[in-house]
């Protein structure tokens, strides 16, 4: 999949079977980042809605280094989580594809600007598709 978006073949997904250091000891290196999946439960909307009204009430301190946009599009956790991991490791990755010339906007910006502010520089590109073949 990462191969199709044009990031270079030493750069893989792999699955993580469990914390444990034996099993931790199984994940290649280097490391760059981390994406969790996991169910959404009661519990956890309960837990996201209280966060996000704390949020809006008292601001969120982000370290401008670091690159966050708010997800704006129902189910595309996975999709943003990916641009995530992208735009906070451009400098550890090579890339061989117009995926390099996406312009990721400067960091620190509210996550609500971030999430409207990518673009697509390339003439002939006004959209992509994640596709991926088995």
């Not at 099993?23 to 959404?40: G, N, T």
């Not at 708010?70 to 550890?92: F, S, V, W």
């Amino acid at each position: 999949f990462l191969k199709q978006l044009g990031i270079h073949p030493d750069w893989q997904f792999v699955d993580v079977y469990g914390m444990e250091p034996e099993l931790l000891s199984m994940v290649p290196r280097p490391v760059c980042a981390v994406l969790l999946l996991f169910p959404i439960t009661e519990k956890y909307e309960t837990f996201r809605t209280e966060e996000e009204e704390r949020i809006k009430a008292k601001g969120q301190d982000v370290k401008s280094s670091v690159y966050f946009m708010k997800q704006t599009i129902n189910n595309a956790c996975g999709t943003i989580g990916l641009i995530h991991a992208i735009a906070n490791n451009r400098e550890k990755m090579n890339f061989v594809s117009v995926i390099s010339y996406l312009k990721v906007p400067k960091k620190g910006l509210n996550a609500f600007d971030e999430a409207g502010q990518i673009q697509w520089p390339v003439a002939g590109v006004s959209s992509f598709s994640f596709e991926q073949k088995l």
